[in-house]
């Protein structure tokens, strides 16, 4: 589907070295160097900052090397920003590397080749790096690619990226894995009892659906990924400003992140029994979409009243989740743009987490960490929950507070998950609103690669 900036095959002609240069040890490697490459580098004022590069010519005037500069330690995105900058040549990096170093600067390097094509074409070559030893090849191939698919799901206009449409790429992806998919959509989710993701969908002239793929595994842990797949919000009748909608293509991001995790837990063959749960829609405005104050029955069968039309994320994740914790799985994750509220708290780069097991935040907390891909847990804060109670229904799901939004929306969530069932909720942007090396301003897999390492390190490999 998608081509890495990566290459396993020996070159047949010489590859030029990549030097990895720490601020620290730039002195004695210089001494190790021809004064040619002394003068070249203070000439340019090169100190080995993170960031920085210097191209070194040999006495043509070609390039015979590259010095790059990582600060003190190499991370995922060390050497991101040469995938962009340098010349389209073939490259490797030169000196001994961990096999945890080789495989995330490979990372790095493959996920800054992405570009959005779908538009407008861009068909410059991008340097290639040769996969160095030690380097999980397998691993960043698939990530990699996971990844990129996602970004383009999300970054793809809603008058493409539809219900039916987001909906049709993972039932051709999950038919081409041999896993079971079960459809089910329009008025067709009322007779099934999915009452809430009909609620949302049904004012938009593609109809809401709800997409259920299983990866049989007897034996092995049970593994619910639920994704949050608006393809569009306008807010409903509680329409959102022109600047708050602009970017609500993006809205079916939860979704997309959870299609990129599910693809490399099938290509890297982790041991569990998978199920992805999509309800995908389009939170539109017509004659017969929900109002403020409406009240509609959920799958779980307690009722809810719509405080606000434009809080449509958790109504169809709901049902969802009360399906999803129904099999009773091992672990239970959702990934969803739910809340401006944790953007507010976190800012754009950081998702919120919140979960019912402290060993499972723990453990995801120290993913993150090492997989420079970074979340921060949020409280359910149970004294909070009464501010979900309303007169009328069993619940709100948009309280009358200005305050806690993120754990609200956590806590009206919980309400659909049992007690005992491990489960994290991922509050999340999926944009990136900057380009930085190796993520491009647009679309983005967030918590991705930390919820696979957990996934991972929780039931190992087959």
Request: one cysteine or more; aromatic letters at 8%.
């Amino acid at each position: 589907m998608y081509t890495l900036p990566i290459t396993t095959t020996k070159p047949k002609a010489a590859t030029i070295p990549i030097y990895l240069l720490r601020t620290a040890q730039l002195a004695a490697w210089l001494k190790s160097q021809p004064a040619q490459t002394k003068h070249w580098l203070e000439a340019n004022k090169f100190k080995g900052d993170a960031g920085s590069f210097c191209l070194l010519p040999d006495k043509n005037g070609t390039i015979a090397a590259v010095a790059c500069g990582i600060g003190e330690t190499p991370d995922t995105w060390s050497i991101a920003h040469l995938t962009t900058a340098l010349p389209a040549k073939t490259y490797h990096l030169e000196g001994t590397l961990s096999a945890d170093q080789a495989t995330q600067l490979t990372l790095g390097w493959a996920l800054a080749g992405y570009r959005f094509t779908r538009y407008k074409k861009n068909t410059s070559a991008l340097p290639v790096l040769v996969v160095p030893k030690g380097c999980d090849t397998a691993y960043v191939k698939s990530l990699g690619t996971s990844m990129f698919w996602a970004r383009d799901l999300i970054n793809t206009p809603a008058n493409d990226m539809n219900p039916q449409a987001l909906a049709q790429e993972a039932i051709d992806w999950a038919s081409t894995n041999k896993a079971k998919v079960t459809v089910i959509k329009g008025e067709a989710l009322l007779k099934a009892n999915y009452p809430m993701v009909y609620a949302v969908g049904k004012a938009a002239t593609v109809p809401p659906h709800f997409v259920d793929i299983c990866f049989a595994k007897k034996g092995a842990p049970k593994l619910t990924l639920v994704g949050k797949g608006v393809c569009f919000d306008s807010g409903g009748l509680d329409i959102k400003s022109t600047g708050n909608m602009k970017m609500m293509k993006k809205d079916m991001g939860g979704a997309a992140c959870v299609l990129a995790l599910a693809k490399t837990i099938i290509e890297l063959k982790l041991p569990v029994q998978l199920r992805v749960l999509l309800p995908i829609v389009e939170n539109a405005i017509a004659g017969n979409a929900m109002r403020p104050l409406d009240i509609v029955p959920t799958r779980k069968g307690i009722t809810v009243e719509i405080g606000n039309t434009d809080a449509e994320g958790r109504l169809i994740l709901c049902d969802a989740l009360f399906e999803g914790d129904s099999e009773k799985p091992d672990l239970l994750i959702d990934c969803a743009t739910l809340t401006g509220a944790a953007r507010a708290a976190l800012g754009t780069e950081i998702p919120a987490f919140f979960t019912n097991d402290d060993q499972l935040a723990h453990a995801l907390t120290d993913h993150s960490a090492r997989e420079n891909d970074p979340l921060w847990r949020l409280p359910l804060w149970k004294n909070y929950r009464k501010q979900l109670d309303t007169a009328n229904a069993d619940l709100s799901n948009d309280p009358d507070s200005a305050y806690g939004g993120a754990i609200l929306a956590a806590l009206y969530l919980q309400e659909f998950v049992s007690k005992t069932t491990p489960w994290l909720h991922i509050d999340m942007m999926a944009w990136n609103v900057g380009t930085k090396p190796g993520r491009p301003q647009g679309g983005e897999a967030m918590a991705v690669r930390a919820l696979y390492a957990l996934v991972k390190d929780r039931y190992g490999t087959s």
